[in-house]
């Protein structure tokens, strides 16, 4: 392998020659190969944009000159493309508050802008990765800034898919509305509900948790670039701070706007607190749906077997035509993932001491990793399941009359302790509750259709009161 001598702070090192990084990236390599993951897409998307934005700042002050400028420019737009995506390899547990993942981009846009000059990888005669392409910057703002700036482009993505899925669950809750079905409360037989209500109210409360998250946004708004070190804004000028989150604003059409404070804003981990915090509530919806629509879909001999879900590969191997809820576990699991992330968000968004948390790599590995594996896992969970699941109207049915959950809707017309005698006989003999009622004579079969209609019945209200008398009075 060829290689050229390359230098920083601590002496010298051989660089593979073709590649775009150089000395502190080589060594952020050796020092850190921990997980053997690399930047997520979105964090380097974003630190192009930052570097791109702080070169154009730098040029209208006065401050970089532009042959340098446009080079960096145009050195970050070639990166945007994806032309460098191998140059970017700094592992997420790597040095703290991202150091070396601002300088591999560093590195990467001088030794390319450096190259357009018509110099040579690694001499940086002409750009520099520390005097030009971060000038008027610290890791400790560029790195914050980046975070915020990725977490917003995939919490959209995310936010498109939480409205699919609650376009579908809405879809299936108007097709089952009709189907009457038993409710359940501890795991025991309740009162009478439709199957569209229970998809309609999943359906709400993603919703529910899509707003949420909308909300989180406000807080990754204000961006503290401009406050370099401690967020005191040394070695910015005034004109640049103002100038450089104006050109991000523009660039990407996100409302990102100067924090109030850019010392608080270099500290404070409070806004990948709320997110983190959102994305766990969605994943705990998301458990209790899954959870719930694997026991709905349970059997189909000695389940539940109320719903059928599509099948989607074989379930065993070792049991011929078995078939399990995959989709749903698979939901699970990464809802588990998700939860288990907010621990390590929290834990170390208290970490941070003084003017800086140095522990913002793992906060945002964290935080986009749940996104994106939030992100996927949703798109499957609707095409590979919500969409094709269908009702068992029998089964339903069938649940429903052996209810003893129906003796509560009898109770307004029967009273309760005729009622209470009912649900006990059909517990003894396992007859239905509709079956005794009537061998009782306690009600006509039209006053019990009638008490039994699925809308009356799972509104507010007492279904068939108006009309329903006991076969005797009728």
């Known amino acids: 392998m060829n290689t050229r001598i390359e230098k920083d702070t601590l002496g010298t090192l051989e660089v593979p020659d073709d590649v775009y990084y150089g000395a502190q990236t080589a060594r952020a390599?050796?020092?850190?190969?921990?997980?053997?993951?690399k930047p997520?897409?979105?964090?380097?998307?974003?630190?192009?944009?930052?570097?791109?934005?702080?070169?154009?700042?730098?040029?209208?002050s006065g401050r970089l000159a532009r042959d340098v400028g446009n080079a960096i420019v145009q050195a970050a737009d070639e990166a945007l493309?994806?032309?460098?995506?191998?140059?970017?390899?700094?592992?997420?547990?790597?040095?703290?508050?991202?150091?070396?993942?601002?300088?591999?981009?560093?590195?990467?846009?001088?030794?390319?802008?450096?190259?357009?000059l018509g110099g040579e990888r690694g001499i940086y005669s002409k750009v520099n990765p520390n005097d030009h392409v971060?000038?008027?910057?610290?890791?400790?703002?560029?790195?914050?800034?980046?975070?915020?700036?990725?977490?917003?482009k995939t919490l959209s993505e995310l936010l498109t898919e939480m409205e699919g899925l609650v376009d579908s669950l809405r879809r299936k809750g108007r097709e089952f509305d009709g189907i009457l079905k038993s409710g359940r409360t501890h795991l025991q037989d309740a009162v009478p509900i439709r199957?569209?209500?229970?998809?309609?109210?999943?359906?709400?409360?993603?919703?529910?948790?899509?707003?949420?998250?909308?909300a989180s946004r406000e807080s990754l708004y204000p961006l503290g670039l401009g406050g370099t070190a401690i967020g005191t804004?040394?070695?910015?000028?005034?004109?640049?701070?103002?100038?450089?989150v104006k050109i991000i604003r523009e660039d990407t059409g996100l409302p990102v706007f100067?924090?109030?404070?850019?010392?608080?804003?270099?500290?404070?981990?409070?806004?990948?607190?709320?997110?983190?915090?959102?994305?766990?509530?969605?994943?705990?919806?998301?458990?209790?749906?899954?959870?719930?629509?694997?026991?709905?879909?349970s059997g189909p001999m000695t389940g539940l077997h109320e719903i059928n879900l599509p099948p989607v590969q074989p379930g065993s191997s070792i049991m011929p035509g078995k078939v399990n809820p995959v989709i749903l576990e698979m939901t699970n699991m990464v809802s588990f993932q998700v939860m288990g992330a907010d621990t390590v968000v929290t834990f170390a968004a208290q970490a941070g001491q003084m003017e800086l948390n140095v522990m913002m790599p793992v906060i945002i590995y964290n935080i986009l990793f749940s996104i994106e594996i939030m992100k996927n896992a949703l798109r499957?969970?609707?095409?590979?399941?919500?969409?094709?699941?269908?009702?068992?109207?029998?089964?339903?049915?069938?649940?429903?009359?052996?209810?003893?959950?129906?003796?509560?809707?009898?109770?307004?017309?029967?009273?309760?302790?005729?009622?209470?005698?009912?649900?006990?006989?059909?517990?003894?003999?396992?007859?239905?509750?509709?079956?005794?009622?009537l061998s009782r004579e306690l009600l006509s079969p039209e006053a019990l259709a009638e008490i039994i209609d699925p809308y009356p019945l799972t509104t507010p209200g007492i279904s068939g009161k108006r009309s329903t008398k006991p076969k005797e009075e009728l």
């Open 233 to 244: 804004g040394m070695n910015a000028e005034s004109s640049y701070i103002e100038q450089v």
């Open 29 to 37: 390599i050796v020092n850190f190969p921990i997980s053997g993951l």
């Open 134 to 152: 971060n000038m008027a910057q610290s890791t400790n703002d560029v790195f914050p800034t980046a975070m915020r700036i990725a977490s917003l």
């Open 195 to 214: 199957l569209g209500q229970e998809f309609e109210a999943y359906a709400v409360a993603i919703e529910k948790n899509a707003a949420t998250l909308r």
């Open 40 to 60: 997520h897409p979105a964090l380097v998307w974003a630190t192009l944009i930052i570097k791109s934005s702080a070169a154009k700042a730098n040029m209208e």
């Open 380 to 437: 499957k969970l609707r095409e590979a399941c919500i969409d094709g699941i269908t009702a068992n109207v029998s089964q339903c049915s069938h649940y429903l009359e052996s209810s003893v959950g129906m003796a509560t809707i009898l109770a307004p017309h029967i009273g309760y302790s005729a009622a209470a005698e009912i649900a006990k006989e059909s517990l003894r003999t396992g007859r239905s509750t509709k079956e005794i009622i």
């Open 258 to 297: 100067n924090a109030a404070n850019l010392v608080e804003a270099t500290q404070n981990m409070d806004p990948f607190v709320l997110l983190s915090s959102a994305l766990k509530g969605t994943a705990v919806n998301l458990t209790r749906i899954a959870n719930d629509l694997r026991l709905l879909s």
């Open 81 to 116: 493309t994806g032309a460098y995506d191998c140059q970017f390899i700094i592992d997420p547990f790597q040095a703290g508050a991202g150091t070396s993942h601002n300088m591999n981009v560093n590195e990467v846009l001088a030794n390319r802008a450096e190259e357009i």
